[in-house]
């Protein structure tokens, strides 16, 4: 079955630390995954996708098919930053957009 | 380009009473989504539909919730009778297609007391 686990719900940092959020899937196939954000007070929105290969805001997500990851990175977290992530399978082959639970970082000053 | 729309903001019902979600998609995006997002959870896909007509809705308790999109534009959920598990917020996204990034509204909180 298709799953998405990040197994962190609270991740706190202090500001100017390296930060690496995980997100761990289980899928049959060639998953293309995404991550979400959503800032205090703000809507959900799409942070960045594997399949772009970019950065977005200083974060950069590689998938790891061997291990199943896509663990979300960022060398230098700021305030800013400070946010609820959600890591997503979306709706490819048939199946369902999946997201996990989510992880609420908190970068310190 | 206009973001998803959703009304209202907040609901206050009490149990056994019913109430209704509206949702608004980005113009042109054919497929629409309604998530149900309990506190401290990620969202659960509750519907889906590509233009008017249902994809999954396989998570959708369908004794007590419905949802349309007439005309494959915009949609409504409604639930009734609510009970107290209904407590969440509902997310409405839509998307290109049913593998492009998803575009979400702002949610409506639903608090049955």
């Known amino acids: 079955a298709q799953r998405v686990t990040q197994p962190e719900k609270l991740l706190s940092v202090f500001k100017g630390a390296p930060v690496e959020l995980k997100c761990n899937y289980s899928?049959?196939?060639?998953?293309?995954l995404f991550w979400y954000v959503q800032y205090s007070r703000q809507r959900l929105q799409l942070l960045l996708r594997h399949i772009s290969r970019e950065s977005i805001k200083g974060f950069t997500a590689d998938l790891n098919k061997g291990e199943t990851s896509f663990h979300l990175k960022k060398p230098f977290a700021q305030e800013e930053d400070s946010a609820m992530y959600y890591c997503?399978?979306?709706?490819?082959?048939?199946?369902?957009?999946?997201f996990g639970a989510g992880t609420r970082l908190f970068v310190k000053a | 380009e206009a973001g998803v729309a959703q009304s209202p903001r907040y609901k206050i019902i009490e149990k056994r009473q019913s109430v209704a979600f509206w949702c608004n998609p980005i113009?042109?995006?054919?497929?629409l989504y309604w998530y149900q997002q309990i506190l401290g959870q990620g969202p659960k896909l509750l519907i889906q539909?590509?233009?008017?007509?249902?994809?999954?809705d396989s998570q959708l308790p369908k004794d007590r919730f419905s949802a349309e999109r007439l005309k494959g534009v915009d949609s409504t959920l409604k639930i009734q009778p609510a009970k107290l598990e209904d407590s969440a917020v509902y997310l409405c996204?839509?998307?290109?297609?049913?593998?492009?990034?998803?575009?979400f509204g702002n949610g409506t909180r639903l608090t049955v007391t």
């Open positions: 539909f590509q233009n008017n007509g249902v994809v999954d």
């Open positions: 899928y049959s196939g060639s998953p293309e």
């Open positions: 113009s042109g995006h054919a497929t």
């Open positions: 996204a839509s998307s290109w297609g049913s593998n492009s990034p998803l575009h």
């Open positions: 997503a399978l979306p709706n490819t082959g048939g199946f369902k957009t999946i």
